[in-house]
């Protein structure tokens, strides 16, 4: 299931998701937004952060089969599908699947500057799946952030964010992967979808920023 044998993160994006999501406010680094939530790590890249759907596929099947009232996924991964990508395809349907049995996904909208409607897993729209977009530490797009409404349906800071990373260490990154996990902690601490606290306009389209409370 998992990629190498291990679920081990060698790349260290990963890591820097998760402690965005759910680090320890244990006085040390960094504090997630879900603080403390247990953390399964679920590893379909290789150590250069790229895969197979197949991977993919079978990552959230081991979801699916293992998950429990309460559980989010966060997924900062994706890739260029075209026209329909929301259709038709097992990957798809393994993330709808998910939603549909009461399971929250939380997907990035992708880093192209393009419309996320051509991007999976950020296409899909579905009961209990989220795909988020980027925003800087002060409210501004950013510029690298896919757009569309569809699919998206948040948009979180995911510009400059410090967190945990491979090896102990930490560091800075920036991206819809970092934007992402900041609305799973939030949709896990809540247990239900995140609020909203002001708005980014794009193209003439409105934003919602996801907030906890």
Known sequence: MFVGGSANDCNGHGTHCA???AAKDNTIGVVGVSAGARVVPVRVLNCQGSGQ???????????????????????????????NC????SYVT??????????????????SSDN?????????NGVNVYTIAAMDCAKAWAS??????PPTDWI?????????????????????????PHVA???????????????VIKNGVTYKIAVRQ
């Open 86 to 89: 929301a259709t038709g395809s």
């Open 53 to 83: 759907t197949s991977g993919i596929i079978s990552g959230l099947n081991h979801v699916a089969s293992k998950d429990e009232p309460g559980d989010v996924v966060n997924m900062s991964l994706g890739g260029y599908w075209g026209s």
């Open 19 to 21: 402690g965005i999501a």
């Open 185 to 199: 902690g939030i949709v896990h601490s809540r247990q239900a979808d995140p609020l909203q606290n002001g708005s």
């Open 144 to 149: 690298y952030s896919n757009y569309g409404i």
């Open 94 to 111: 393994a993330i709808t699947n998910l939603g549909i049995a009461g399971t929250r996904v939380c997907v990035a909208g992708g880093n």
């Open 116 to 124: 996320a409607a051509l991007y999976t897993p950020a296409c899909i």
């Open 156 to 180: 979180a800071t995911g510009s400059s964010v410090y967190s945990t990373y491979k090896n102990g260490g930490y560091a800075t990154l920036s991206g819809t992967s970092m934007a992402t």
